[in-house]
């Protein structure tokens, strides 16, 4: 198993390694003792049973000792899902993964702790699994959303939304698949607290440029776009929330130009995959 000596050393104080040629594990040594006893290793999953929690990714449910745990397993987004599946062929990022997830969480960004990362060789690839603590009482943005009909809550959460994204792109995070599934929110009704998941391919910067902090803010309203009718969100909404990103209205109107621009160059090469992974889907 090759490995970047440069991500054991990160992990390496928190995480104990497994290595052999069936694969590669490495667990948070304050877990270890716990999830060696449910039988979670290499070669097992140690009981994990399906999750009733939504998302991409499918996600089991494992209880280890007094940890509720939830193992993500890595598939393919796009297109690539129905040719590929969960066969990757880069062993190292669910190591990675933790690695952010670490950098977040010491700068103070709430995401799930990972205590356990593996990549398992199967048939040529590698199939690729992460282990993260459930966050209590938490609930996907996306959810929300659906669900909350009042205006007053609404708006009072979709403020406090663009205010935390603009201090995640101060803090030179770039979600590489930024939408409302892959936000958790706890305490929607009193003191809203927001949590980062499925951190895969993302990345922690120095700085972010203007360009980079307008694609991404495109990707998430290309998604609400595409389920604003599921989301209940509108054209004030989405300016409400853009109103707290940006709050200077100068910068906010330039911004919102831009991301406009944005989301309609690239609409008609999206309308054409979504039309593709549906017909894929079908089949």
Do not use: M
Not at 94 to 101: G, I, R, T
Not at 171 to 182: I, Q, V
Not at 201 to 218: G, V
């Amino acid at each position: 198993v090759v490995i970047a000596p440069s991500l054991t050393a990160a992990l390496g104080e928190q995480f104990e390694f497994q290595i052999t040629p069936r694969g590669l594990l490495a667990v948070r040594r304050d877990v270890l003792a716990e999830l060696t006893a449910c039988g979670f290793g290499l070669d097992s999953d140690g009981g994990a049973v399906p999750s009733s929690l939504g998302g991409r990714n499918p996600l089991l449910e494992l209880r280890a000792g007094a940890h509720d745990l939830l193992v993500r397993r890595f598939t393919h987004g796009g297109l690539l899902r129905w040719l590929t599946g969960r066969r990757f062929l880069d062993p190292e990022r669910p190591f990675v993964e933790a690695q952010l997830s670490e950098q977040l969480l010491a700068a103070g960004v709430l995401t799930p702790q990972v205590v356990a990362a593996r990549a398992r060789r199967v048939a040529g690839a590698w199939h690729l699994d992460l282990v993260t603590r459930r966050v209590p009482g938490g609930e996907d943005f996306a959810a929300w959303l659906e669900r909350e009909r009042d205006s007053a809550a609404r708006a009072r959460l979709l403020a406090s939304f663009g205010a935390w994204l603009r201090r995640l792109h101060d803090l030179g995070f770039l979600h590489a698949d930024l939408h409302p599934k892959n936000v958790l929110v706890t305490h929607a009704d009193q003191a809203p607290q927001w949590w980062l998941i499925d951190l895969d391919r993302s990345a922690l910067r120095s700085t972010l440029s203007e360009r980079e902090r307008c694609a991404n803010l495109a990707r998430l309203v290309r998604y609400v776009w595409r389920r604003r009718a599921q989301l209940h969100v509108g054209e004030r909404e989405l300016v409400r929330a853009l109103g707290a990103y940006e709050p200077v209205r100068s910068a906010r109107r330039a911004l919102a130009r831009s991301v406009a621009a944005r989301v309609a160059s690239g609409l008609t090469l999206h309308r054409a995959g979504w039309w593709l992974e549906a017909r894929a889907a079908r089949r």
